[in-house]
């Protein structure tokens, strides 16, 4: 029995935001009326220190090129840093990392009033995107594409920062649950963290 408070918000979401999604969310293919730009390339990537997680936010690390900072990697975006990663504390690492990307779009897509999406086909868990040091879009759930008005955020025929946060963790209510133990191994006193559920990050950047 649906009572009637559910059945308004069904409708307020129906007529609300369904449509308002449903324009955005399209599956980016190029069409009479529609440009496609892919992101993917090497990303400039950098870790939090597991003790501060907080240092990206407080000391603005979404408005720094990750060059004038230091201890930075080139990372290829799309893929996962816990797979690829040759060095141990990127591959075991859960928590705040950053990734970085610098690129063009052209001036005539504000001349014609185009309408700009940044889409991420999956980012795994939570994300925080921004786009020239202001806020774009935040999503939390691994393995689901959303998307981001980019359009006023844009600089048309110059250089573009895009600066995401990603936080890996898995907790018993993130999607796809998981987590994260530290244990001490037998042969080393070293603390190594289990995977319960792998942790991809792939981040797919279509404009
Ligand atoms: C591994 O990555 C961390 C984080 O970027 C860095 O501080 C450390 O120097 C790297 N280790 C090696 C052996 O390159
Ligand atoms: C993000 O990372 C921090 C520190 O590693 C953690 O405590 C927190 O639960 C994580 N998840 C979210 C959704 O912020």
Same mark, same amino acid.
């Given at each position: ?15 609300? *935001? ?26 400039? #990537? ?10 990206? #936010? ?18 290829? *975006? ?5 797979? %690829?990663?040759?060095?141990?504390? %990127? ?25 700009? #999406? ?6 795994? #868990? ?20 959303? *998307? ?15 600066? *995401? ?27 190594? %963290? ?14």
């Amino acid at each position: 029995m649906v009572r009637p408070s559910e059945t308004a918000m069904f409708l307020l979401l129906v007529t609300f *935001v369904a449509p308002s999604l449903a324009s955005n969310i399209l599956y980016p293919v190029e069409s009479e009326s529609r440009e496609l730009r892919t992101l993917h390339g090497l990303w400039n #990537f950098k870790i939090s220190p597991l003790s501060n997680q907080q240092i990206g #936010f407080d000391k603005k690390w979404y408005a720094e090129r990750f060059e004038t900072l230091g201890d930075y990697w080139k990372m290829p *975006v799309p893929s996962s840093y816990n797979d %690829i990663s040759t060095n141990s504390t %990127i591959r075991d690492y859960v928590g705040w990392s950053w990734y970085q990307y610098e690129f063009y779009v052209p001036k005539r897509w504000t001349d014609d009033q185009l309408n700009v #999406f940044l889409r991420f086909g999956s980012v795994h #868990f939570k994300s925080i995107v921004w786009l020239n040091g202001q806020l774009c879009v935040e999503h939390e759930g691994g393995h689901l594409p959303f *998307v981001g008005d980019a359009t006023r955020f844009l600089k048309y025929g110059e250089s573009n920062l895009i600066v *995401v946060a990603v936080n890996n963790t898995l907790r018993p209510d993130t999607i796809p649950q998981g987590y994260t133990k530290s244990r001490t191994t037998r042969t080393s006193i070293q603390k190594v %963290i289990e995977y319960i559920l792998t942790s991809l990050i792939t981040l797919i950047i279509l404009v």
